[in-house]
């Protein structure tokens, strides 16, 4: 499985013509986690809770209910048991201190369904033990 991380995903949804390509072209089931799925809804949310006017208003609603259809379109990988384990081996190791939350989450969901993670973050993910990277972008 080749799980796309939320930058990668963003990309794929603006049409970046590698990645998308990558995507169609693609061998194995491609899917990304409910990390990527927050950050992603969190964003049009909080564009929405802060719109300053009536139109502003009516383009988050717009964004977010676009981005619920676009979201659809790929297969969630969950948190399961195996992934909270994954996370906690990872957050011993004080080398990983730096990489944020939602990247050390997103690199347990993948070294517990043993996914290649599609990313361009490749300089704080290269540091996760046993991680396999691909990146689409560059």
């Not at 981005?67 to 994954?86: H, M, N, W, Y």
């Not at 969901?109 to 691909?134: C, S, Y």
Request: charged share 30%; with cysteine.
């Amino acid at each position: 499985m080749m799980l796309l991380d939320t930058d990668t995903v963003t990309l794929f949804f603006a049409g970046h013509s590698l990645v998308t390509e990558r995507v169609f072209a693609a061998t194995e089931p491609i899917a990304t986690s409910i990390v990527t799925r927050c950050e992603i809804l969190r964003g049009r949310i909080e564009y929405l809770l802060k719109a300053a006017n009536g139109e502003q208003l009516g383009q988050a609603q717009r964004l977010l209910e676009q981005c619920d259809r676009d979201l659809a379109k790929f297969q969630v990988v969950r948190i399961r048991p195996t992934t909270g384990s994954e996370f906690d081996r990872l957050r011993l190791n004080r080398k990983l201190r730096k990489i944020g939350r939602g990247d050390l989450l997103i690199a347990a969901v993948a070294l517990a369904d043993r996914a290649t993670l599609v990313t361009r973050n490749t300089r704080d993910f290269g540091q996760v033990p046993g991680l396999r990277l691909e990146n689409w972008a560059d």
